[in-house]
């Protein structure tokens, strides 16, 4: 049982047929556990009078209680803070009870004339509007065995204080005891205390005689030694003043010494200034020149790198043209081949060396530009790493001199030492070009070799394709003239030509593709077409050649006196494997 508020509150009572009267009733409260079979806590409120023993009224609140007291009431705490705010609203009753208009009140109603049965006791709060009832509580009057069992614990506690009250008499006649002994000790202490004050008073009276005769001792030694003290710092002062006043025409002196090397720095300063202002302006220019530099050097590599996208056109043509000019030794190489593939590639490969030498050339007219504009740079870049070690020469002995006074020479130094490092790299960046464009010369005098070598074999070839030429217009002449005396023979009898008629046959190799248009040679035979055609039909058995070479296509060359729509076409085929080419794919 643990008690948690206990005191005599004013309640303002109110019974049946009875006019509403104040008394002064004892409110506690109480928290009781329980541990036995479930751990449980009830609060306990008790209402007593102690004018009245008889008066009680008792409420015992659990958590299921509070629980649907909460309801039935709205109100927003929980079981374990309604003691504390409980305990709050009675001490603000009590605190305003002494007012005129107290603000909360307590009331304790009672259905009954008397009280007797229960009772409502209620913490209300006055306003000029209305009665807020903050809190109703429902209180049982106590039974018989409750009055008896209050009335046994008043007796209890009323035995202890009258244990309390005797044991309380005990220790005041002692503490009297005590304080009788004490006030005797006192007096005679205060006896012992006056005789020892006019010993003191006696003891100080000698004292202070002796005292004052040592005083008058010690002053006059005082005096002497003050007067010996005062001739010692006479002496001292006129020592120091000699002293002060020659330090003095010495500081003067220096002084003038100083304004006048002042005066000498100062001028020395504005030369200093006018000397870096100079020097920035040179930096100025300086650095406007190193621009231009990395200006051209971009246009330079912009230039370089056009250059290598020309010359990587013509490595590629180059390379094409080695594969034509493989073709063109393969094609002379075959015998088979017709005149007009090889003229039409001649004709080709003589317009791309045309555009070849034309682009070689304008390539070595940009290099002797390029070559020129380098020169000038390195010219330029020359005369300015003179002038900027000129510079530096001069930065720096005026650095040496303004090492402590000046900190923006500092900072030019290190613009200077950051523009050299430009310039450096801008340096290295031009030899990177040189050696670029001697790598392009190499490459140009390779270029211009196997445009050599090409020229010579195309000329080779022109000389091979000029004896094909010649022979194969000797054989047509040959075949025109025999055709030409045999005319009236083959009208009569077309099995009676000769076996050299098959050489007016087409010849072309079934693996090879066709290179360009095929070429036409018209004969003085095309006039006669009803002879020729006579002729046409048994020219592959007079001949003796195979029908492969009497086939039409699209892409033949009609021989010298025959010409391409008159050729049989209901010969035999025979099937033949066709040659393999090193340069074509069949």
Request: include cysteine; glycine fraction near 4%; aromatic fraction near 4%.
């Amino acid at each position: 049982m643990e008690e948690l508020f206990s005191k005599v509150l004013q309640v303002n009572v109110r019974c049946r047929d009875c006019e509403e009267r104040k008394s002064n009733i004892r409110v506690t409260i109480e928290l009781q556990l329980t541990t036995s079979p479930v751990h449980k806590r009830d609060l306990l409120v008790r209402l007593t009078d102690d004018a009245d023993p008889y008066f009680l009224f008792n409420l015992s609140i659990s958590e299921e209680d509070f629980q649907s007291l909460k309801v039935q009431q709205g109100l927003l705490i929980d079981f374990a803070s309604f003691p504390q705010k409980f305990i709050d609203l009675l001490n603000l009753c009590s605190s305003e009870q002494g007012s005129e208009n107290p603000r909360f009140l307590l009331h304790l109603s009672c259905q009954s004339a008397s009280l007797e049965g229960p009772a409502n006791f209620s913490v209300v709060e006055t306003n000029a509007f209305k009665h807020l009832n903050h809190l109703s509580l429902r209180l049982t009057q106590g039974s018989d065995k409750h009055v008896r069992d209050y009335l046994a614990a008043c007796l209890s506690s009323l035995k202890v204080k009258q244990a309390l009250e005797t044991k309380l008499k005990k220790t005041e006649e002692d503490l009297s005891r005590q304080l009788s002994y004490a006030q005797q000790t006192l007096s005679e202490k205060t006896r012992e205390l006056d005789k020892l004050r006019s010993e003191w008073t006696n003891q100080t009276s000698s004292l202070s005689s002796r005292h004052s005769n040592e005083l008058q001792s010690e002053r006059e030694k005082a005096l002497e030694l003050q007067s010996k003290l005062q001739q010692q710092t006479e002496q001292l002062r006129q020592e120091l003043e000699s002293s002060h006043r020659k330090s003095s025409q010495q500081l003067q002196s220096r002084l003038s010494e100083l304004e006048s090397s002042c005066r000498d720095l100062t001028e020395r300063k504005y030369k200093n200034e006018s000397a870096i202002r100079d020097l920035k302006i040179k930096l100025v220019g300086a650095e406007e020149e190193c621009q231009r530099s990395k200006q051209q050097l971009l246009t330079l590599r912009r230039e370089n790198s056009s250059l290598d996208a020309e010359v990587h056109e013509k490595e590629r043509l180059v390379s094409q043209l080695q594969m034509r000019v493989a073709v063109l030794e393969q094609e002379s190489k075959d015998k088979d081949l017709l005149m007009g593939r090889t003229k039409e590639v001649l004709e080709a490969t003589q317009r791309q060396k045309e555009t070849a030498e034309e682009a070689a050339e304008m390539k070595e007219m940009q290099i002797k530009k390029l070559e020129s504009t380098v020169k000038s740079l390195s010219e330029e870049l020359i005369k300015a790493n003179g002038i900027i070690k000129k510079l530096q020469g001069e930065v720096r002995g005026l650095v040496g001199k303004i090492k402590m006074k000046n900190t923006v020479t500092v900072s030019q130094e290190k613009v200077l030492q950051e523009t050299t490092g430009k310039l450096q790299n801008v340096e290295k960046d031009l030899q990177s070009t040189q050696q670029q464009l001697t790598n392009r010369d190499e490459q140009v005098c390779k270029l211009t070799e196997q445009l050599d070598a090409t020229v010579q074999k195309l000329n080779e070839s022109k000389e091979v394709l000029k004896t094909n030429e010649n022979v194969i217009s000797w054989l047509n002449k040959q075949l025109n003239e025999k055709l030409l005396t045999k005319k009236p023979e083959g009208s009569d009898n077309p099995a009676s030509l000769p076996a050299n008629a098959g050489l007016r046959a087409q010849f072309y190799p079934q693996s090879l593709k066709p290179v360009g248009t095929p070429m036409t040679v018209l004969t003085p035979a095309s006039a006669e077409p009803r002879t020729v055609q006579s002729v046409g039909k048994h020219i592959g058995d007079a001949a003796g050649l195979d029908s492969k070479y009497f086939e039409r296509r699209d892409d033949s060359i009609p021989v010298y006196g025959l010409p391409s729509n008159l050729l049989p076409k209901d010969l035999p085929q025979r099937t033949k494997p066709p040659v393999p080419s090193a340069y074509f794919s069949a």
